[in-house]
């Protein structure tokens, strides 16, 4: 089965991550990600710039670089509120350009800023005029120091109705508020959601899988949902291992390969 991997980062300096992947057996750098993507079949990765100290757009050169050396690594930037210059609402339209962007990435909470806040309204716009997806971090985070009343799914809610022809994609179906993330994907046809991130490491509590599935069950549309990992936070044989567990058969080629092929225009 091939395999879009809708979720995964690269920020391979970043302390943190290299800390957590070596805790749990992974090696964050290209070269294992190249190896793990050949081994687990996986098509395209779409990587995220996470180095949310640098401005707009996070990490451009970076990822502007690899997605030009590596062609199934599918870069997408996040925004940085604090650190908009001139030259970022420019080099974003580069890369879209480019092909090196193919989607944008808002990080309510470890920003102390809403999604629907209206410093982010010129690059949803630019989403909407070059027709490429936003995700949206919802849910638990990462650091101590964010506050997560700014990264709860219903947020999005508000944001979707203002931008009705944008998709976003509720990063790792806002867990711990899973149900609610289902009401907001359910409700909004222009809302999605990613199932990465849902744990560290590579088991799962029958709890949790009881929770995802209720939701789905909610959402009553796999053509709304993608297969994400959140590597290196997990190992990626496990975590595919366990969402085609959650996922009904019939639906795997939705989920895993087409959903995101879609919305990524691969």
Known sequence: MKIIDAHLHTSF???DFIETAKKIGNKFTIEELKKQLRINRIEYAISITSDRTESTPL???FIKSLTKKHKNIIGVVGINPKKINKDSIKKTEEGIKLGSIKGLKIYPGYYYAYPYDKV???FYKMAEKHKIPVIIHCGD???K????KYAHPLNVDELAVKFPKVNFIIAHLGNPWIIDAAEVIYKNDNVYTDLSGLIIGNKISSSTKTKIKEALDYIDNYDK???GSDWPLVNMKDYIKIIKSIIPKKHHKEVFYENAKNLFKL
Do not use: F, G, N, P
């Open 13 to 15: 300096k970043r302390k």
């Open 120 to 122: 982010y309204h010129k």
């Open 59 to 61: 990490e451009y050169k």
């Open 225 to 227: 949902i993608l297969y």
């Open 145 to 148: 120091e964010a506050l997560v």
């Open 141 to 143: 985070t990462y650091k």
